[in-house]
């Protein structure tokens, strides 16, 4: 071997003239890099400290007979050395194939014996060394097949096919029949060499065990799918509260041969690809201690069966949990993601926090599907569960008493619909919350609901409402309910199915004073699960009418209401007017302030005026807000002569009028609804006598109108209803 090194390599001038030779009948030398010798006194018996990169032996042995010309292969440099056989020679040369090839098939070409041909002499030699200045080798990934022909270490090339431990693009076999089953382990022999960390492309476990155990430090990373068709992964060393190895996995995780196959131990399996990946069990489900999701933004991991988390080696060992790391969400379909540790808190960590605050999310890190816990304790168990429709949906569920058991969420979206009435739930002073209670929940919220089932559990709940959804019922006091369904599994299992009328909410199903905003919906003191969503519609209601009317009462006019409820009401005012577009006040009747029976008023209008007269109400709470009743009419004064007749009434659409006019002139037309608001305008010349039109209604809202006729001195005034 000679020549001049270049700079990566140095030369060490060996005393003959820059070149270097085997002794006669073969000899043994190492390509070494880096480190020092050690030549103390004696002979044969210096030391090297760096690392050994290739062995070549023209000898017919590695054996060290205590001359300069033998030593013993280093043992890192088993699989990567050159040991021809048959006569010792100093004339060998490789010929065998120099086609392109990955590294592994180059070093099993330079391994084996039949490669290389001994010469007697050098001419004979120099006729057939034919090997080229350059050889070319690929990066194309190639299969290992583990042997375990000298012992269980997975770094330990000899036992590999190849005689090369895998690297990340080498797909990996573990087959049946071998002497030894693979263990990896951080702290075997030559497990520095990879930094304590085995690799492969794929793993097929085809009949043979491999063994990730005993501490977390010892880790396989799998580039891309792990299938289990027979044989077992085991991460379990049989040693309670200590954690076993880590599995990375950048594919899809396939067990075609049961769960018996995987033994989880107290290992842990990151799922870390970049796009989605799949956990397929064949049916069955497959069990995990600790699972971490590591993924990008909203990439999926999918569950193409019910998987558990959490489980423990022992009665007396800790158990899993399920982590978000970076990112991802897990899509469960139909199948569900069981979380058995029942510690509250350290079951599920790393989840996209609950914003009670204005609902904004990132809409990532949470199960898109069924998720069931473990509820035992009594605590907070959030569920961070959303769909593909509607995304992160997180409900909150405080545990404070009860049955304990499994105990399964999902969001669903789509509208609910609303409730069969308008029901009051009266439940007096909430002395607890300030509120005096008297809701009307008229309507439900429509962009989905959560869906419980479990055992009689007792709990308050809280619902959250993502930003991005709309809110279709708002109420502007934030004064929004959960309610429940009746029954184990609610009503709306189909949208298409009518399921308001079940939805109800009363003491025996919760604490009607409990009211929130809409991103942290309470409801509070239920037992059991079904089916929760927002209700909404009406808020607390000041006053909730049952009539108003206003009548002639001889000389005076009499107007009189009743009330069913009144919440913090002050006082009403009767308000007046000639033409139904201009009001006066007129009286002021103090409130009862706050009631929840039938209570009547009535007040007098002692110079009540001539002609068409129109009263309201004006209702005042002790916050001062107000509200206004709709408008009724009183006559007064007039003559059969100056009467009217509209027809037909009530009408779909066409209207005709007729009426006694005093004397030519042009009259004013107008509708007007019963909030005052005029609705529609005319005028018309009309001769002294009977006279008659007609009006078209039918793009009006269903409802009452007052239609008035006005001339200079004199005003027709009729009640419409339009169908």
Not at 31 to 51: C, E, F, I, K, L
Not at 200 to 214: D, K, N
Not at 332 to 358: C, F, K, M, Q, R
Not at 636 to 646: E, L, Y
């Amino acid at each position: 071997m000679g020549g001049v090194a270049d700079n990566n390599w140095t030369f060490v001038d060996l005393g003959a003239a820059n070149s270097f030779n085997l002794n006669e009948n073969g000899d043994q030398f190492f390509v070494m890099q880096g480190g020092t010798w050690s030549d103390p006194a004696g002979t044969h018996n210096a030391s090297y400290s760096g690392r050994i990169i290739y062995g070549f032996n023209s000898r017919t042995t590695w054996v060290a007979n205590g001359t300069t010309q033998q030593s013993n292969l280093h043992p890192s440099v088993t699989c990567i050395s050159q040991e021809p056989s048959g006569s010792t020679s100093d004339y060998f040369a490789y010929t065998g194939l120099l086609t392109t090839a990955s590294q592994p098939e180059w070093i099993a070409r330079l391994q084996n014996t039949s490669n290389w041909t001994a010469y007697a002499e050098c001419e004979a030699y120099n006729d057939n060394n034919v090997i080229p200045a350059t050889i070319t080798i690929n990066n194309s990934a190639v299969n290992a097949t583990w042997e375990g022909d000298v012992n269980n270490n997975w770094f330990n090339c000899q036992n590999w096919n190849q005689n090369i431990v895998p690297t990340a693009n080498v797909n990996v076999t573990i087959p049946s029949g071998t002497p030894n089953v693979a263990v990896i382990s951080s702290a075997a022999a030559f497990a520095s060499d990879f930094n304590g960390i085995a690799y492969a492309a794929g793993l097929t476990l085809s009949g043979g065990t491999l063994r990730l155990e005993g501490n977390r430090d010892n880790r396989l990373d799998v580039n891309r799918n792990l299938v289990i068709n027979s044989g077992s992964l085991d991460m379990n060393d049989g040693v309670a509260n200590t954690p076993d190895g880590t599995l990375r996995l950048v594919g899809n995780w396939t067990n075609n041969s049961g769960t018996a196959a995987f033994d989880e131990g107290e290992g842990l399996v990151t799922f870390i690809g970049s796009a989605a990946q799949t956990i397929t069990t064949s049916g069955s489900e497959e069990t995990f201690h600790d699972v971490s999701i590591d993924k990008l933004y909203q990439d999926s991991l999918i569950l193409a069966d019910d998987v558990q988390i959490g489980a423990r080696f022992s009665p007396s060992g800790p158990y899993g949990s399920l982590e978000f790391l970076c990112g991802g969400t897990v899509l469960t379909g139909s199948n569900e993601l069981y979380l058995l540790n029942p510690d509250p808190t350290a079951a599920i960590v790393g989840y996209e926090a609950v914003n009670t605050v204005d609902g904004v999310y990132d809409n990532d890190r949470y199960v898109n599907g069924i998720l069931a816990r473990e509820v035992s304790a009594n605590g907070t168990y959030v569920f961070p569960v959303g769909d593909a429709v509607e995304a992160y949906n997180p409900v909150t569920l405080v545990k404070t008493g009860g049955a304990t058991g499994k105990v399964s969420a999902q969001f669903l979206s789509g509208a609910i619909g609303g409730i069969a009435v308008d029901e009051i739930l009266p439940d007096g002073t909430c002395s607890a919350s300030g509120i005096v209670n008297s809701v009307s929940y008229s309507q439900m919220a429509g962009e989905g609901w959560w869906s419980f089932s479990g055992p009689a559990v007792e709990y308050d709940i809280y619902l959250h409402h993502n930003a991005d959804n709309a809110i279709v019922y708002p109420s502007a006091t934030s004064e929004y309910r959960s309610l429940k369904a009746p029954g184990g599994s609610g009503g709306c299992t189909s949208l298409a199915l009518p399921c308001y009328s079940g939805w109800t909410d009363n003491a025996l199903l919760g604490d009607v004073c409990s009211v929130g905003a809409w991103f942290n919906i309470p409801g509070l003191g239920y037992t059991g699960f079904s089916d929760f969503a927002p209700g909404g519609g009406l808020t607390p209601l000041p006053v909730e009418w049952v009539s108003f009317d206003a009548q002639n009462a001889g000389a005076q006019v009499q107007v009189s209401w009743t009330t069913a409820t009144e919440i913090n009401s002050d006082y009403f005012t009767v308000e007046r007017s000639a033409d139904g577009l201009n009001f006066q006040k007129l009286l002021k009747i103090q409130a009862a302030g706050n009631s929840l029976g039938l209570r009547q008023y009535q007040a007098l209008d002692d110079q009540p005026l001539i002609g068409i007269s129109y009263y309201r109400l004006r209702q005042a709470d002790l916050d001062g807000s107000e509200s206004l009743t709709p408008i009724v009419a009183v006559q007064r004064g007039q003559t059969a002569s100056s009467t009217a007749a509209v027809w037909p009434n009530p009408t779909s659409g066409l209207l005709q009028w007729s009426g006694n006019v005093s004397r030519n002139g042009v009259y004013t037309v107008s509708v007007m609804n019963l909030t005052g608001v005029e609705v529609l305008r005319q005028t018309l010349d009309l001769e002294a006598g009977v006279q008659s039109f007609g009006l078209d209604i039918s793009a009006f809202p269903q409802g009452s109108y007052l239609l008035r006729v006005q001339g200079a001195d004199e005003v027709r005034t009729s009640r419409v209803v339009k169908q």
